[in-house]
């Protein structure tokens, strides 16, 4: 899904990811590249089920070495993953689908910042002490 990825956020994958790590990611890129990890890691262990199973069933294997129990039990992890890897798609392609478009996205508006500015009044003179009156003393 690295394509519609691509698309619908108009950079490389790679790039993605360092954006998603930013302070400033949107909630649907840093949600879209979580799922895509998950997805990743899903694919992964899928892959390492269907490998096992093969390697298990190569034409050159012994078939006394062959186990029912072990064939069941990997039947199990590979439905599991595929399971979830199935999950995975499901919300990653739903999340791109309901995103708007880009040119619909709502971009940043900038706002002029108002700055106040005010003039003081001159600071007041002193009010002349009374003639004869004495100063205080100050500790």
Do not use: K
């Not at 993605?16 to 909630?27: F, K, T």
């Not at 050159?60 to 029912?68: F, H, V």
Request: some cysteine; hydrophobic content about 40%; charged content about 30%.
């Amino acid at each position: 899904m690295d394509g519609e990825l691509q698309e619908v956020f108009g950079a490389p994958v790679c790039e993605l990811h360092e954006a998603a790590c930013g302070a400033d990611a949107s909630p649907a890129l840093a949600r879209a590249m979580e799922l895509r990890s998950f997805l990743a890691l899903a694919e992964e262990q899928v892959a390492r089920v269907r490998d096992r199973v093969h390697a298990d069933m190569r034409p050159d294997r012994d078939m006394g070495e062959l186990s029912a129990d072990q064939l069941r039990f990997d039947s199990q992890w590979l439905e599991a993953a595929l399971d979830a890897r199935d999950g995975y798609r499901t919300a990653l392609g739903e999340l791109l689908r309901t995103m708007p478009s880009p040119d619909q996205r709502p971009r940043p508006v900038r706002m002029a910042q108002l700055r106040a500015t005010t003039t003081l009044a001159p600071p007041a003179a002193p009010a002349p002490s009374p003639a004869g009156a004495a100063r205080a003393r100050r500790p």
